[in-house]
């Protein structure tokens, strides 16, 4: 997943406000970096591998001259991680010049075609062809609208681009991937995210699927693929996005771990009729799948455990990249809950898709309030836990928990007796007392394995535990149902092994206890996560007692704070991790 930014203005210099721009939205992809610049019907193009920071500091992107700009951070799809393969890609001819996010799935196709009547390409980008077969058609036919109408109509895949001609237009085509038109006082921004631009102005208007932009100095207009030109409403758009600031906070990922006291009480707040209309449906519904991805797929597994143990109501949790190859059968009389954080993973969407293609009803539990899931959804709650930068999810797990427990709630009315308050405070606690998990970070940096034990109810605490070992340092690291252990795992066990024993005081209690000792006898480290000592534990972080149901939204958290330090030991960049991105937009 990638991030693009088109700029406009009468008076300003176009580069530094696009430089933060992109700065503000390295979360959705961080390999490398690019800006284009036109001034005085010339287009200049700077770019480089590299986080946002150290490219400007190598090549300076923000002294670029002019007052109109394109920009791009790239999360490599198509192509390995080069100077060349960074966006922006210039045409054959040097007078237009594009960034892209998404994929253009017929481009040797076209570039073949290409190729033949003689254009060459520098990139192993599918990218690339955007470009030439805009200067193609722009050449045919010497007007910009007619361009990006031809070019959209032979392009295949899912796509925005914006494109800058040499003359200072710019144009931008959507198609399954975001955009959105910012507009400010004497200047216009095209970005891939609010963030692109919130800084400037909050003024914004989320363009349609299948629709392009034209841009320039003196204002905007914006078409439907037939060329219809089509009516958009500016909205104001929260300003809690200006909240994406680290502050005092040395990462993204501290910063949300810390906010969660305040984000679990708000989750699902503002939504309270579409709680109940969800309600409703499940109560109603013939069949329920629950489904996700990664972190949002954990949660899902914990709903599922939730309705069936506390409101009698089975559901099927499908793996979202797994959904269109599992043997389900949808009907209209089916619901399927849609968990994401970003509302925009390919894979949630492609399920969706096909749930819907059945007659069933969709309800996503989202924070991406503007996302593509959210209008594909027939009831819709918000996470309501503000804007998440941090790569590896943390206070977006634990807001769709809160939100799957109030669920809980009323289907069992009120059967749990759950107090967010209380969870709260025992969450600021265990946030206050860190000193522990730093020392055990430390320990961990030269480790190679970490194995996350948890049975019931803790065992998709155990694999979220195991995501973010693995995702913030690298680490391999495995979530393992306690009582699997001696089905195999045990022959991996001996003194170069730590092992995570999720282990709070309840009805898992003894058995997970007896796993912890047959590992220890192999010789590995253990350390507890319980709110009772114990002489097996080489490291005991200590937890508060609760009631049995609700310790996964306290046990995770000094497994967050742990994952952090230990990136921290190990020099990774928590905010950043390798290879990853902040929402998976590509299957
Ligand atoms: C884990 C993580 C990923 C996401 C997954 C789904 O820390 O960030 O595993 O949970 O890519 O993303 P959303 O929830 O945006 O659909």
Not at 210 to 226: A, P, W, Y
Not at 243 to 261: C, M, N, R, V, W
Request: net charge negative; charged share 25%; with cysteine.
């Amino acid at each position: 997943m990638c991030s693009i930014i088109g700029y406009c203005s009468k008076g300003l210099a176009a580069a530094p406000i696009i430089v933060k721009g992109l700065k503000r939205m390295e979360y959705r992809g961080y390999d490398s970096v690019g800006v284009a610049t036109e001034s005085n019907n010339q287009i200049e193009l700077k770019k480089a591998t590299g986080k946002v920071d150290e490219v400007n500091l190598k090549v300076q992107l923000d002294s670029l001259p002019g007052k109109i700009g394109i920009g791009h951070t790239r999360w490599a799809t198509h192509g390995k991680v080069t100077d060349i393969n960074a966006h922006p890609h210039q045409s054959n001819s040097g007078k237009i010049a594009i960034v892209h996010n998404g994929i253009i799935e017929n481009f040797e196709e076209l570039k073949k075609q290409l190729e033949n009547e003689g254009y060459s390409f520098k990139s192993e980008t599918d990218s690339e062809v955007i470009a030439n077969l805009l200067q193609k058609n722009y050449e045919s036919t010497r007007d910009v609208k007619e361009t990006i109408m031809k070019t959209v109509a032979e392009i295949k895949g899912h796509y925005t681009f914006v494109a800058m001609f040499e003359n200072g237009q710019l144009a931008a085509a959507r198609f399954h991937e975001p955009l959105i038109v910012g507009i400010g006082k004497d200047d216009y921004f095209l970005s891939s995210d609010v963030l692109g631009f919130i800084e400037r102005t909050d003024e914004a208007i989320y363009v349609k699927n299948r629709n392009f932009v034209l841009m320039n100095s003196s204002g905007i207009q914006i078409f439907d693929f037939e060329g219809n030109e089509t009516k958009s409403h500016i909205v104001k758009v929260s300003k809690e996005f200006a909240d994406a600031y680290k502050g005092d906070y040395a990462h993204f990922t501290l910063k949300e771990i810390s906010e969660q006291p305040t984000t679990i009480i708000k989750a699902g707040k503002k939504n309270s009729d579409e709680i109940a209309k969800a309600i409703d449906l499940i109560k109603h519904a013939k069949t329920l799948y629950i489904t996700g991805s990664g972190t949002s797929y954990n949660a899902a597994v914990i709903a599922k455990y939730l309705f069936a143990k506390h409101a009698k109501i089975k559901a099927e949790i499908i793996l979202a990249s797994e959904f269109p190859f599992s043997p389900i059968s949808i009907d209209q009389n089916s619901v399927v809950i849609a968990i994401s954080q970003s509302g925009e993973t390919a894979d949630i969407l492609e399920s969706v898709d096909l749930a819907k293609k059945s007659n069933a009803k969709i309800i996503s539990i989202v924070n991406n309030l503007m996302s593509s899931l959210v209008r594909r959804s027939s009831c819709v709650i918000g996470l309501n836990c503000g804007p998440e930068i941090g790569v590896a999810a943390t206070k977006s797990f634990t807001a769709q928990l809160a939100i799957i427990y109030k669920i809980t709630e009323e289907l069992c009315d009120g059967c749990i007796g759950i107090d967010l308050k209380k969870v709260s405070d025992l969450i600021s606690k265990l946030i206050s007392n860190k000193s522990k998990i730093q020392l055990i970070a430390k320990e961990l940096k030269e480790v190679t394995d970490i194995y996350v034990l948890g049975r019931g109810i803790h065992y998709p605490i155990a694999s979220e535990a195991a995501l973010k070992l693995k995702e913030l340092t690298y680490i391999h690291a495995e979530g393992i149902p306690g009582g699997e252990l001696k089905h195999g795992p045990l022959a991996l066990m001996d003194s170069n092994v730590y092992v995570l024993i999720i282990n709070p005081n309840d009805s898992t209690y003894d058995d997970t206890l007896t796993s912890a000792r047959e590992i220890r006898a192999r010789g590995a480290k253990i350390i507890g996560i319980s709110n009772k000592s114990s002489d097996v534990y080489d490291h005991w972080i200590e937890i508060p007692t609760i009631d049995e149901t609700m310790y996964p939204l306290i046990e995770i958290i000094p497994i967050q704070l742990l994952a952090y330090y230990a990136a921290l030991e190990k020099d990774t960049d928590p905010d950043y991790p390798r290879n990853l991105a902040k929402s998976v937009t590509v299957k």
